[in-house]
């Protein structure tokens, strides 16, 4: 079972839909040549795209990736590369660097995107995002330093992280937009109803899904700090017992049924992980199994 793929906006790329999320890369503690086998596990499951920020792992997770992309440049045409910028904090790796602020000045992105270049030892980015929304960011801005990184060969594509579905218009009438990267899972519905995804829909714009397992307390606190956590728990392993498949698989398919077709992100180093999520690609649950998997989460009923 590999993953399938799909074409991320009207004009826009072809990326996997399970994407490989590194931003836990430098907890791992891999060697050089153990990310290159974790890499290639990936490919084995069909998945091509890889997600990462300038300031994952502490400014660190792009140079761990392009010191495996080094010792086997050839893994390099086979991935579609996803980063983020736009967020400042103060770290060793960047001394110049006093407060923890969102700059998304063309100045910043520009000189991020290149940053991220030398560090993952690529020559193009496939899809930059801007991480998250800033409070000061100037649309006509933003979108001039799009260009130039377009133009100049440096970045393909272009997208946003945790916006707003205004904020998304917004920006997206300055520059042609690929993707909005949100929080969804069982435990976090916030996009569902915001009209992010309805928004995603309009553009047809297919959203990238971060913490589809909520960072993993959609099993680790279960019954302990969620107040559904027990009937969720319940219905999950009903529902995984049912299709003959793990619960974790259940939970990501509840993601990947939504109607706007969404990518979804791994977090794990994990290669069981990685083939979880990549089964949940052709898990169809029925409506009603849908429906009472959100009714376990949210505590809710229908009207």
Known sequence: MISSRITIAPHGPEFSRIVLGLWRLSSWQMSPAERVQFLRAALDLGITTIDQADIYGDYTSETLLGEAFALAPELRQQFQIVTKCGIQFPSAQRPQQRAHIYNTSAAHIIASAENSLRSMQIEKIDLLLIHRPDPLMDADEIAEAFMHLQQSGKVAYFGVSNFTPAQFDLLDSRFPLMT????????????????????????????????????????????????????????????????????????????????????????????????????????????????????????????
């Open 180 to 303: 909005n990267q949100l929080e969804c899972s069982l435990l976090q519905h916030a996009p569902i109803y915001d009209g992010s995804f309805d928004l995603c829909q309009r553009k047809r714009v297919i959203p990238m899904i971060w913490s589809a397992l909520a960072g993993g307390r959609l099993f680790s606190e279960l019954g302990e700090q969620h107040p559904q956590g027990q009937k969720l728990h319940a219905v999950l392993n009903r529902i995984a017992d049912e299709l003959d498949l793990s619960p974790a698989t259940v939970a990501i398919a509840w993601v990947l049924n939504l109607p706007s077709k969404p990518m979804v992100l791994t977090g794990s180093s994990r290669v069981k992980v990685l083939a979880e999520a990549v089964q949940a690609l052709d898990c169809r649950l029925s409506r009603e199994q849908w429906f009472d998997l959100w009714r376990a989460a949210s505590g809710l009923e229908l009207p």
